[in-house]
């Protein structure tokens, strides 16, 4: 596509509940990140896709959080049994996989847990 | 550890000169990028350095030290729409994991 595209673009959900988050990253970019936003934060690193390889899961904050990426296209972001503390915004972003290329952030996904 | 420190708030007057710093450690180093982003949206991409000196684009200059693991972002000729967060991210070697910086938000003032 022409860029990164995320849906849903918000979400409201009962604490306990689990969500899944989407990401279509841009057409032919093998390297896929999600980053989340608190609000009035900076970005934290969640995890990496690159390829084939194995993902870097090293931002994971619990094993409530999982992702999942299909080849070099769509990813989904899983937050299981869901708390008040992750209400944020859910980036994702794709690149090429070359050395200081630009990475490209969908709009987010805005996450609310009641 | 992996650190990258930015101020946290900035306020500047339209037309005026603003600089915002941001330094950094990390294992490794494949590039600075400068991002901004307005409340509510995305994170755009504005500048990138992977060796020393100035480069500039319009309005806008960034400038890197790697021995000082130095960067900064220079806006020349505020406008108000610069009113946004600026973040500051740094590649590190090994991997293609981008390292963010908590971000400077620029207010500026008519």
């Known amino acids: 596509g022409a860029g990164v595209s995320q849906s849903p673009s918000n979400k409201v959900t009962e604490k306990g509940k689990d969500v899944e988050l989407r990401c279509d990253p841009i057409?032919?970019?093998?390297?896929l990140y999600w980053y989340r936003q608190r609000l009035g934060q900076g970005l934290e690193f969640l995890i990496y896709?690159?390829?084939?390889?194995?993902?870097?899961k090293s931002g994971l904050p619990s094993d409530r959080f999982s992702a999942e990426r299909t080849g070099e296209s769509v990813s989904t972001l899983t937050i299981q049994r869901t708390q008040q503390e992750d209400s944020a915004v859910y980036l994702c972003?794709?690149?090429?996989?070359?050395?200081?290329?630009?990475?490209?952030f969908g709009e987010g996904s805005w996450l609310t847990v009641v | 550890g992996q650190n990258i420190d930015q101020p946290t708030e900035m306020t500047a007057t339209e037309g005026a000169i603003v600089q915002i710093n941001c330094t950094y450690q990390?294992?490794?180093?494949?590039?600075l990028f400068w991002y901004q982003q307005h409340a509510g949206e995305a994170p755009t991409f504005l500048s990138y350095n992977v060796l020393d000196g100035l480069e500039e684009k319009g309005r806008f200059s960034s400038f890197l030290s790697r021995s000082k693991g130095y960067s900064y972002l220079l806006l020349k000729e505020l406008q108000m729409k610069d009113s946004a967060s600026y973040l500051c991210?740094?590649?590190?070697?090994?991997?293609?994991?981008?390292?963010f910086g908590t971000g400077t938000r620029l207010k500026v003032l008519a």
């Open positions: 972003a794709s690149s090429l996989a070359l050395i200081g290329n630009t990475i490209y």
């Open positions: 990390t294992s490794g180093f494949n590039g």
């Open positions: 057409s032919g970019h093998t390297a």
């Open positions: 896709f690159q390829g084939n390889s194995a993902p870097d």
């Open positions: 991210a740094v590649s590190t070697s090994g991997t293609y994991k981008y390292i």
